[in-house]
C-alpha cells in the first residue's frame, strides 16, 4: 500500500513528446514523469531507438515512461533496456518487470483480482485510449485497485484538471492531447497552465485523501 503523508502532491505527466527539447521543456516546467509513446498507430509515435536515447539524457531530472498498446509494440530484450517505468494496455504477457496498467474504468471494474503480479500502479483512461475524450472521472471499485497508485487521464486539459481531480483524487494525472495546438504538437503554454492547474488543486484537497502518498514515478 502507498505510504500515505500528511502532503499532498498530485504528480504530473506529460505525454506522447517525440524530442529531446519538448522532454526538457516539459521537465522546466515542472512535470514529474515524461511520456513517449511507441504504439505503431498513435500520431504521437516515437522510435524505441529514439525514446532510449532521449530518456537516457532526460534521467537525471524526471522519470521517463515508455507507453505501449501491446507487449508485441517492442521485442522483450529492448524492453530490459529501458530505464523507467513501461505503462501497457495489456494484463498479461511481457517481461518480469513493474508496469503500470493502462485500461478503461469499466475494464478495471469487471476485475475481481490484480491481473498481474508485476503491476505497480493503474492508469485509468477513456474507452477509446489516446483520442482525448472525456469521461466521468472517478475511482475503480474493486477494493483492491484502491492497493495501487491511481493515475488518470483521457480527455483532460488546463480547464477541467481541478474538477478531475477534486472527483477522483488521484495519485497523478496524464496529459497528452489536452496540451497540444494540433494532433501530436504540444503547446507549452498549455502544459504550463496544467501543471500550475494541478498544483493549484491540492488547496481544494483534504490532506487525509486516499492518494496523500510520497511514492513517486520513479518508484514504480
Avoid at 46 to 72: C, E, G, K, N, Y
Avoid at 86 to 105: A, H, T, W
Avoid at 162 to 168: C, E, K, L, N, V
Wanted: net charge neutral; with cysteine.
Amino acid at each position: 500500500m502507498p505510504n500515505r503523508s500528511a502532503k499532498l502532491k498530485t504528480l504530473v505527466k506529460i505525454c506522447g513528446l517525440r524530442s529531446i527539447d519538448d522532454a526538457m521543456r516539459a521537465t522546466e516546467l515542472g512535470a514529474d514523469a515524461v511520456g513517449f509513446v511507441v504504439a505503431p498507430a498513435s500520431p504521437r509515435r516515437i522510435s524505441f531507438q529514439d525514446s532510449l536515447a532521449i530518456a537516457q539524457l532526460v534521467l537525471a531530472s524526471v522519470t521517463p515512461v515508455l507507453v505501449l498498446r501491446h507487449w508485441s509494440d517492442v521485442p522483450t530484450q529492448e524492453l530490459r533496456l529501458w530505464p523507467g517505468p513501461i505503462q501497457v494496455y495489456e494484463f498479461v504477457g511481457g517481461p518480469d518487470r513493474k508496469r503500470i496498467l493502462g485500461c478503461s474504468i469499466e475494464q478495471l471494474n469487471q476485475l475481481q483480482e490484480c491481473p498481474n503480479e508485476h503491476i505497480s500502479a493503474l492508469l485509468v483512461d477513456a474507452p477509446n485510449a489516446g483520442a482525448g475524450e472525456g469521461w466521468n472521472w472517478q475511482r475503480p471499485k474493486p477494493p483492491w485497485t484502491s492497493q495501487l497508485p491511481l493515475i488518470l487521464a483521457g480527455g483532460l486539459s488546463p480547464e477541467n484538471v481541478a474538477t478531475a481531480i477534486s472527483q477522483a483524487c488521484p495519485w497523478a494525472v496524464d496529459v497528452s492531447s489536452g496540451v497540444e495546438s494540433s494532433r501530436g504538437v504540444k503547446d507549452f503554454k498549455m502544459v504550463k497552465d496544467f501543471i500550475e492547474n494541478t498544483q493549484g488543486a491540492q488547496k481544494n484537497i483534504d490532506a487525509s485523501a486516499k492518494n496523500a502518498s510520497t511514492i513517486l514515478f520513479n518508484q514504480l
